[in-house]
Every structure is written in structure tokens, then in C-alpha cells.
């Protein structure tokens, strides 16, 4: 790629326009870009190929948070994703070599679907679950919300991942047989989630600058749910529901982040959660400009640009894509560009840049 807009005009973002965009008022007068996370390694490359750093104190506290912003504004976003620290629940993962072409040195890590850390009463009594009420969680809220540039916001999260979580801490084959053997187990660990994620955005509507909450919840796979409706109504939605309403009574909105084939959910999503945007898509399942038409009417939609597509396209065919989405996708607003899930470290960078280049050239 010779040029990339963002260097030779760059966006000056505006949360404002951001907000109005996924909140469907009307045809943004620019593009919006959206992603979930870009893997750090496509960030440093970023920041390394541009210079984003330059001038930057590596000896900073908070150099990482200083390059974020930095590499968030040179792709054309308007905000940073933030959430609360040190809550990581203890999974059964498995770590493999990472063979992408920006490779993590830590290599890849996979939760076991056997088994988890809970699969009796008694390792549910023994777990330790994290406090998202401790003090120090919010740090870098707190910095971001005194430090973020004024025409930035933050989208709090990454929240609510309940039917990830029963999956991970049973193991989804447990899980399954825990449905029909021990139920009360299920709902146990269903309720304890449930808790701790009020608790979680209760404390992200806190800030002035959290315009979104981003909910984040795997719920199937290419052909359909990873559980059936009825066990999603009961233990998964009913979460995303209750931090949906949360979210709306403070006067912001709540995107959902969800994988897989959800068809048989999506009234649910829309009418009964209430949820403002929906984000993933790929094209094996659906693609997101024929779900322009079917749910644009109601709920924004994030992202699309399919990531197999990315790793494989041509550059030429990548910005063809991209023109063709935003023709579609655009008007009206309630559409941001992006990949159809995150910005992985194996998708080829100038592949990656050329969506956003396109993007930012749609704009002129």
C-alpha cells in the first residue's frame, strides 16, 4: 500500500457523531470504525510502522495506555475499550505455538471443552471468585476517564460473557451432562455470573465517559446455538437483559458482541433484551449486508468484513468489499466498519490497513 489516509488527512475523532452513529440518528457524515480488540502484536505493528510511539516515555506507567490511544486515533476510532483489572477467573486452557506471521511468544491458549474448574458443588464452594467491588479494579478507568483526549470516549467493557462462562469454568461437555444431572449446579454458577457482572457495570456506569457498554458472550457455532433456546432464555439472556436495562437507565447503549449462528435467538436479542447493536459476523453464517435489511430497522450493526476474507483477499478486493458493505450499510446510520470479529495477529497487516484506508477514503 503507498498511501494511507491516515497519515495524509487524518480523522479527528468525534464520540459525539460515534454515539449518533450506533444510535441510528441518522447518515453519519463520516465512516465510524469499530473493532472488538486488535491483537497486541497487530498494534505494536502499527504504532512501530508509523511512529505512533515516537515521543513516548517507555519508562511511563502508562505507555501502553498512551500508545493505545495513539494507535486508536490513527485508525480512525473514537474510542477506547476499558473495563475493570485484576478479574480474571481461573479456566482449564491448554497453550499452543502461535504460527501467525505476528506471533504472540506465549503462544495460544485453549479452554479445555471437557472439563473445567468447576464440576461438583464442592469446587464451586472452593472457587475463587474474583471481587469486582475491590478499589484498585477501576484504575484504568479512572486514568482514562482524567487522561482520554476530549473528543474520545470509553466503551466500558468487555462485559458479560455468561454463556462463555458456563462453558469455560464447567467445561461445555460438562455443562451438558450438568443440565440434565444437577441443574441446581448450573443455576448456581448461572446466578454467581449473574452478580458479578451487575456488579461489574454497575461500577462502569460510574464514569462520565463511558458513553457504551460492550457485552461480549459467545453463544453458538456455524449452524446454531452451543445450548438450546430455552437454556439461553433461562441462564444467558436473562444476564444480558438485566445489564442491558442498567445501561439504557443510564442514558447509554449496550452493544453485544456475540459469535456463531444466533437465527433462532435474535427477536429475543432485539425485543426482549433490547440490545442497541449486535457485532460478529461471518460469512458462512450471514453477512452482514443482507442483515442490513433484515434487522437495520432496529438495531445498529458492527463490523462484517468477513476475517477469512481478510486473510485471503487481495488488497483490491478488500476495498471493493469495503465499498460495496458501506453502500449498503451506511446510509441511515446504525453501521460502523470493521472486521467481522477482531483484528487478529494473522490477518496480513496491509490487509488489515487496507479496510481501514477504504474506510477512511469513503469518508473524502
Not at 7 to 23: C, L, N, S
Not at 42 to 70: E, T, V
Not at 284 to 299: L, N, P, S, W
Request: aromatic fraction near 10%.
Amino acid at each position: 500500500m503507498n498511501t494511507f489516509a491516515g497519515k495524509e488527512r487524518p480523522h479527528r475523532p468525534d464520540w459525539e457523531a460515534f454515539v449518533a452513529a450506533v444510535a441510528r440518528r441518522g447518515t453519519p457524515q463520516r465512516v465510524h470504525h469499530i473493532e472488538l480488540y486488535q491483537d497486541g502484536e497487530i498494534r505494536d505493528a502499527i504504532a512501530d510502522r508509523y511512529g505512533l510511539a515516537n515521543g513516548l516515555d517507555k519508562a511511563d506507567p502508562y505507555f501502553a495506555q498512551k500508545r493505545y490511544i495513539a494507535v486508536q486515533r490513527f485508525c480512525g476510532f473514537d474510542y477506547v475499550v476499558a473495563g475493570l483489572t485484576g478479574l480474571d477467573m481461573p479456566l482449564n486452557q491448554t497453550a499452543i505455538p502461535d504460527t501467525a506471521g505476528l506471533k504472540r511468544d506465549g503462544g495460544r491458549n485453549f479452554v479445555n471443552e471437557h472439563t473445567g474448574p468447576i464440576t461438583t458443588w464442592e469446587e464451586f464452594e472452593k472457587y475463587p471468585w474474583p471481587d469486582p467491588n475491590t478499589p484498585e479494579a477501576t484504575c484504568l478507568l479512572e486514568w482514562y476517564e482524567r487522561n482520554l483526549p476530549d473528543d474520545m470516549c470509553i466503551i466500558g467493557g468487555l462485559t458479560g460473557h455468561f454463556a462463555e462462562l458456563l462453558t469455560w469454568l464447567m467445561g461445555y461437555e460438562t455443562l451438558c451432562y450438568a443440565l440434565h444431572d444437577d441443574k441446581a449446579l448450573v443455576k448456581a454458577i448461572a446466578d454467581r455470573l449473574h452478580e458479578f457482572y451487575e456488579a461489574d457495570v454497575r461500577r462502569l456506569l460510574q464514569f462520565e465517559r463511558v458513553k457504551m457498554v460492550w457485552g461480549s458472550d459467545d453463544m453458538g457455532f456455524k449452524t446454531g446455538l452451543l445450548l438450546s433456546p430455552a437454556v439461553m432464555r433461562e441462564y444467558v439472556l436473562t444476564g444480558h437483559r438485566k445489564l442491558a436495562q442498567m445501561v439504557h437507565g443510564a442514558g447509554k447503549l449496550y452493544l453485544l458482541h456475540a459469535c456463531g449462528n444466533l437465527s433462532s435467538i435474535m427477536d429475543d436479542l432485539i425485543f426482549d433484551v433490547k440490545i442497541d447493536a449486535k457485532h460478529s459476523f461471518e460469512d458462512t453464517i450471514e453477512d452482514v449486508r443482507q442483515v442490513k435489511h433484515m434487522y437495520g430497522r432496529h438495531i445498529a450493526l458492527l463490523g462484517g468484513i468477513d476475517l477469512d476474507f481478510l486473510c485471503s483477499a487481495s488488497e483490491e478486493r478488500i476495498r471493493e468489499r469495503v465499498r460495496e458493505t458501506l453502500a449498503v450499510c451506511q446510509a441511515g446510520g446504525g453501521y460502523c466498519l470493521g472486521t467481522g470479529n477482531s483484528v487478529a495477529n494473522y490477518i496480513p497487516l496491509d490487509n488489515y490497513l487496507a479496510m481501514v484506508d477504504e474506510g477512511m477514503r469513503w469518508s473524502w
